[in-house]
C-alpha cells in the first residue's frame, strides 16, 4: 500500500486504518481475517472479500463489469449540515476516505449481486463440464455465490468465435464476459496491443487484429488474468482438470529475474507455471518462456539411482564409488577440476566450496545457460542472463566469468592437465556441448558426475549420483538485481534423485570418514542433535569441526536423522552459510520466504 496519510474506515461494522485514497476494493479484499496482505483469488477471499472480474491489482481501472459493488455511508454537507449519504457504487472505482462505511454483504448489495450475475449469464454457455477454466472459475463461483439458481432468460443465447489469437492463446468468445482485462494486459504490460473488442451490443468479443496473432513474449499472462474460461493456454488446454492439481509456490530458474511463479503438477509431472505475485520481482507476470519451458523437468531421461558405465547401483555403491573418485582427484589436485553451474542454490554452492576446498582442488569451473532474449516491455523487464544465480557464483565460488573457466577447462583437457573431474551437472537445457566434449578427451580418466537425468555426461563418467531439479530443491538465489530469494521445493517427482545439499553432506560425510579410518570412532552427529547415538549405541562424538566439514547446524527444525548421520535441510545450511559469509549476514531461509527475498547490500 502507499505512503499516504492513515484514516479510519468501518467495513461490515469493523473498524480499520487505511491509507487515504487507497482503491477502496483492493482495500477490502486486503483487510480483515482470513487475509495476507497479497491480492487473494476468489477461493482465499478474506471476511470482508467482494467478487469482482475487471479489477486486477496490477492494471488500471476499468470499471465495465459493475460486480464489485457495496454499500457506502458517508458524511456529507447539506447546506450548513453534515448529513449521512448512503449509496450502492462500484468499490473498485472508489477510493478511502476519513469516516467511510462500508457494507459487502447487507441484502441490498447482494440482490445488486445477483441481478448483474443474471446479466452476465445471459449470453453465457453451460460448458463449465467441458471447460478448462472450471473449478477456478470467478464465473462458475460467483454463480454459486451470488446467482440465482435459474436463469430468467429464456431467448437462444448469442454464440461468438472459438478460433487461435495466436500459437499459444485460443478463445472461446462464448463464454468472453466482456471484462477487458486481457486488453489492459497487452496495453499496459506487454505494450503490444494486440487485442480489442469487435462488434457491438451482445456481440461484442475480444479478437486481434486482421493478421496480427498475439504472439509477444508475454502473451499468456491475458490467459492467467481472464477471469472466466475465455482465454485459454494451448500449452495447458485439456491436460487436467483444476481441481487435481496440486499447487505449491516455486521460482522460475530460467533467466537472472527469479520470477516467483505458482508450480502446478499432476502425479509428480509439471502441467503448468503460473505466475505468483511479488512486488519486489515480477509484480503479478511471468515471461511466457517461463511459463511454458518446464519440459525437461518431466524427462524421460531422469535416473533415481547411481550409476555406472555398467549400469545401476545402489545408494551405497553410488557413494563409494563417487568418493573414490573424489579421493583421486585429492591425491592429484594440479590435475583435478570442480565443475559447478550457474543454477545451483547457494546453499549447493556453500556446500560446493567446501567440498572442493577438502579436497585441495582450486580448478574451479562453472557452467552456464546461453544467454536469452532479454525483455523490454513497459511493465516487465527480464535481462538476457538465462542463469538463475550467477550472483551466488561470484559470492560464493568468487567465478564472474563462467566463459572463461569453461575455456580454461577445456585447454587443460586438451593438454591432458585435466584427468579427474567433478562435475555438478543440472542445468535446465543440459551439460553444454564444449562440456562434454572437453571431458570426452583422452586424458580425462575419471569422472564424478551429479545430474538429475541420462545424458552424454552421464554416459561419460564412470559413477554419476542423480540429483533433483530446482523444482524438488530448497534454496536460494541472487538475481541480477542482487535480490536474495529464498524457496521451498515446488513438487516431488516420482523418478527423484537426492537434492543438492543431501548429496554434498553425504560425500562430505564419506570423504571426512575416509579421513578417520581406523580412528575409534564412528559417524558424527553434529552438534545441536544431541550427543546420544540416535541407534542407541554410544558413539564417539567427532561431529564436523575442525578440519572436517560445515559444523553446528543447531536449530534449523529441519533435521533428518539418518542412521548414525546427520543430514540437513537448505535452511539449515543457509543459517550455516549467514554465519560464515557477510553477504547473507541477517537473512534465514523463512525470513526470505516471507518477505518475497531482500536486495543485498
Ligand atoms: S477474454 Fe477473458 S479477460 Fe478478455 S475480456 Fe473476455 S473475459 Fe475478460
Ligand atoms: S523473466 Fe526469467 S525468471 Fe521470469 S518467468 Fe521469464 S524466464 Fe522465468
Ligand atoms: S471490478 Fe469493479 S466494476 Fe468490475
Redesign the pocket.
Known amino acids: 500500500m502507499s505512503e499516504a496519510p492513515l484514516v479510519n474506515i468501518t467495513i461490515d461494522g469493523k473498524q480499520y486504518q487505511a491509507p487515504k485514497g487507497a482503491n477502496l476494493?483492493l482495500t477490502c479484499l486486503q483487510l480483515g481475517e482470513g487475509t495476507d496482505g497479497s491480492y487473494p483469488d476468489q477461493n482465499e477471499g478474506g471476511e470482508h472479500y467482494?467478487p469482482?472480474?475487471?479489477?486486477h491489482p496490477g492494471l488500471t481501472?476499468?470499471?465495465?463489469?459493475?460486480?464489485?459493488?457495496v454499500k457506502t455511508r458517508q458524511m456529507v454537507k447539506r447546506g450548513d449540515q453534515m448529513v449521512p449519504m448512503e449509496m450502492m457504487t462500484?468499490?473498485?472505482?472508489n477510493v478511502v476516505a476519513e469516516g467511510l462505511e462500508v457494507f459487502t454483504k447487507t441484502p441490498d448489495v447482494q440482490k445488486v449481486r445477483a441481478g448483474i450475475m443474471d446479466l452476465e449469464l445471459i449470453n453465457h454457455p453451460l460448458d463449465c463440464p467441458e471447460c478448462d477454466k472450471a473449478g477456478e472459475c470467478s464465473l462458475q463461483d460467483y454463480a454459486f455465490d451470488h446467482g440465482h439458481a435459474a436463469s430468467k432468460f429464456d431467448f437462444e443465447k448469442v454464440a461468438a468465435h472459438i478460433k487461435p489469437l495466436g500459437d499459444k492463446i485460443t478463445i472461446w468468445g462464448t463464454r468472453c464476459i466482456q471484462?477487458s482485462r486481457c486488453i489492459r494486459v497487452a496495453d499496459e504490460v506487454s505494450g503490444t496491443s494486440e487485442l480489442c473488442f469487435v462488434n457491438r451490443g451482445d456481440r461484442t468479443v475480444i479478437d486481434v487484429f486482421p493478421g496480427k496473432p498475439i504472439d509477444n513474449p508475454l502473451a499468456v499472462n491475458t490467459v492467467e488474468v481472464c477471469p472466466v474460461g475465455a482465454l485459454k493456454n494451448r500449452d495447458f488446454l485439456y491436460t487436467a482438470r483444476v481441481w487435481n492439481l496440486d499447487e505449491m509456490p516455486g521460482t522460475c530458474g530460467l533467466c537472472a529475474k527469479g520470477c516467483s511463479t505458482r508450480v502446478d503438477s499432476l502425479k509428480g509431472k509439471v502441467t503448468r507455471v503460473m505466475a505468483r505475485e511479488n512486488p519486489n520481482v515480477n509484480d503479478f507476470w511471468l515471461c511466457d518462456r517461463g511459463r511454458l519451458d518446464y519440459k525437461w523437468i518431466n524427462s524421460p531421461k531422469r535416473i533415481d539411482l547411481p550409476h555406472t558405465k555398467s549400469g545401476t547401483v545402489g545408494w551405497q555403491k553410488g557413494y563409494e564409488l563417487a568418493a573414490e573418485g573424489l579421493k583421486a582427484a585429492a591425491a592429484n589436485p594440479g590435475k583435478s577440476w570442480a565443475i559447478a553451474n550457474a543454477a545451483m542454490t547457494n546453499e549447493e554452492l556453500f556446500l560446493f566450496k567446501k567440498l572442493v576446498d577438502k579436497l585441495g582442488v582450486s580448478n574451479v569451473v562453472v557452467m552456464s545457460e546461453p544467454d536469452v532474449a532479454p525483455l523490454d516491455f513497459p511493465g516487465f523487464k527480464a535481462p538476457a542472463d538465462g542463469n538463475a544465480n550467477r550472483g551466488g557464483v561470484a559470492i560464493l565460488l568468487g567465478v564472474s566469468d563462467c566463459a572463461a573457466t569453461v575455456q580454461q577447462f577445456a585447454e587443460a583437457c586438451a593438454k591432458g592437465d585435466a584427468e579427474n573431474v567433478f562435475v555438478w551437472a543440472g542445468l535446465p537445457h543440459g551439460t553444454p556441448e564444449d562440456v562434454t566434449r572437453a571431458l570426452g578427451g583422452q586424458a580425462v580418466k575419471n569422472i564424478v558426475a551429479v545430474d538429475f537425468q541420462r545424458s552424454m555426461l552421464s554416459e561419460l563418467a564412470n559413477v554419476t549420483l542423480p540429483s533433483t531439479t530446482y523444482v524438488e530443491t530448497a534454496g536460494s538465489w541472487i538475481n541480477s538485481e542482487l535480490h536474495l530469494q529464498a524457496f521451498r521445493a515446488a513438487m516431488r517427482h516420482p523418478i527423484e534423485g537426492r537434492v543438492g545439499t543431501e548429496l554434498l553432506q553425504e560425500l562430505l560425510y564419506v570423504l571426512d570418514e575416509a579421513e578417520t579410518e581406523g580412528e575409534d570412532s564412528t559417524r558424527g552427529t553434529p552438534q545441536g542433535v544431541g550427543t546420544d547415538d540416535p541407534l542407541g549405541a554410544p558413539i564417539t562424538q567427532r561431529g564436523w569441526e575442525g578440519a572436517s566439514t560445515i559444523p553446528v547446524f543447531a536449530g534449523s527444525g529441519e533435521v533428518a536423522v539418518k542412521s548414525r548421520k546427520t543430514i540437513v535441510g537448505a535452511a539449515a545450511v543457509f543459517a550455516q552459510m549467514a554465519e560464515e559469509v557477510p553477504q547473507f549476514g541477517g537473512h534465514t531461509h523463512l525470513s526470505l520466504i516471507k518477505s518475497h527475498g531482500a536486495k543485498l547490500v
Open positions: 476494493l467482494v469482482h472480474f475487471c479489477y481501472v476499468s470499471g465495465n463489469c459493475r460486480m464489485c459493488f462500484t468499490s473498485c472505482t471484462c
